[in-house]
């Protein structure tokens, strides 16, 4: 049996004070604490797979710059044998090997590895880990299931910073359940609803569902009312998601921040009970390995939202490599929005110009004086955005730009935030959103929406021809919506910037506001 005592090393880079929370503050990326974090590798050792994540961990919201997972299936069997299946001790062996070459190509100078259910159950579990550091070097940390809880809460953490709700983290061999609330973990539990248990009950699937049953209403009563948000993490829950979109035709396949409902959980776990498992793996580009595990899990989910009653279910492709991750972020990082944070780290690597996306939020920043926080923040992330997409071909640089903004990776941002600014960036290079691949997405806002989208993209596009030093400032606008009036205020040294291209640019975004333009000097 695995010790259950061994915890992971502590946070290289611990840090505490008080955050600078402005946005356009220091940029934290360059700060020695932060830069510690480039190439960080973690290897999670679980029931079902074992994968290798190396972050660029330097801005807030993390970079993928390797990723490989090695379907295992470690606890496969576990239930009638207490030891880790032989086949996939065999596998798991040979994917440590491998992974301990990748960190020494890509420099790392260590390697994070923690083991989760199978490994800390089995009976040679212990086995298992001196055998993986004889032949790589490569210390595995068993943690126990509370611990494996609070991990995958920070995890989601790391991409909803200050949420709250019910973080459920399911695993080949165990699920687990955390409380998050303010930024902090409180009360975890663990359970073991893994599928690859699941799988072994005797007794059919009577049997299974009365276990289930029994079990989460056990965690029920430790947990107490759990109402709010439910967000879930795992691959099983994942490839369930993906079958919900497939079964709703949603047009944006990015799991992430994926929203469901209580009754669309029903009506998707029904539809994986009555359709050709075969067929559903394919049109929903689920693995085979998964697909086997999909109906277990569907059962646990199934009961889990019918006990817990969320106000609703949110997808997170953050984790327990994630919360490793955010294990050594100093607090003052925690502390920053992760998408104004990733946008900041993309302007300064490949902006024309960085910097210049402050000089531009403040010049456009009369539009939005009486917007709401969220839409603001959206704003600024656009403005740091606006030049990172300029080496693309000028035909292409608008999809390209609204491809970039709905599926890169990136935390704290909605679905239908992805298309805003997706949108956004679009009318910074096209006046014009027509007769492109993505019509079916712009369907996912209002109307309202989209229009503000246009406004945000065209003032921006005006906006950059004014200036190439974001730190001279030579004027400004003034925006009077009651009366729809749009005033733009230049110095005499600036007047040769308002060219023929510029004046077309302002007079778009006037069209697009339903305003008239008057145009002003002043004094520099």
Known sequence: MADKTDTPPPSPVPETGVADLGLFGKPLFQDPSARALARVGVVDVGSNSVRLVVFDGAARS?????????????????????????EGRVRALSAMRRFSKLAQGMGLSELTVVATAAVRDASDGRDF?????????????????????????????LGWPGAFGLVC????SSMELAEISGGRVGK????????????DIKGGAKARQAQIKTVIEGLAEKMGAQRDRLFLVGGSWRAIARIDMVRRGYPLHVLHEYRMT????????????????????????????????????AEVLSRLVKTFKPKDIAI???????????????QRLRDRDPLIEACRFAEAKDARTPGFGKALFDFILPLYKSAPPQRKRLVKA????????WRAHPDYRAEVCFDNATRANLGGLKHSERIYLGLALLHRYSNKREN??????????????????????????????????????????????????????????MMPLFGEVAEARLNSLALSLGAEVQLKTCKK
């Open 62 to 86: 993390p970079a993928y710059f390797y990723n490989e997972k090695i379907m295992c299936a470690l606890g496969a069997g576990m239930a009638e044998t207490g030891h880790l299946s032989p």
């Open 129 to 157: 880990c001196d055998e993986v550091q004889r032949e790589t070097g490569l210390k595995i940390w068993v943690i126990d299931g509370e611990e494996e809880a609070r991990l995958s809460a920070q995890g989601v953490l």
């Open 169 to 172: 983290d399911i695993g080949g």
């Open 188 to 199: 975890r539990v663990t359970s073991a609803l893994g599928p690859l248990k699941l799988r």
């Open 262 to 297: 209580p009754k669309s959980v029903r009506e998707t776990v029904k539809h994986i009970q009555t359709s050709d498992h075969e067929e559903l793996r394919k049109i929903s580009g689920v693995s085979s390995s998964r697909m086997a595990l999909v109906p277990f899990a």
């Open 316 to 330: 997170s492709s953050y984790g327990i490599r994630e919360g490793m991750l955010y294990e050594q972020m100093p």
């Open 382 to 389: 656009a403005c740091l955005l606006h030049d990172v997409s």
């Open 436 to 493: 492109t691949r993505f019509e079916d997405l712009y369907e996912m806002v209002d109307e309202k929406t989209r229009l503000e989208a246009e406004i945000l993209g065209k003032a921006m596009r005006f906006g950059a021809m004014l200036w190439m030093n974001p730190e001279e400032e030579r004027g400004h606008l003034r925006w009077f919506p009651k009366k729809k009036l749009l005033e733009l205020w230049l110095t005499d040294d």
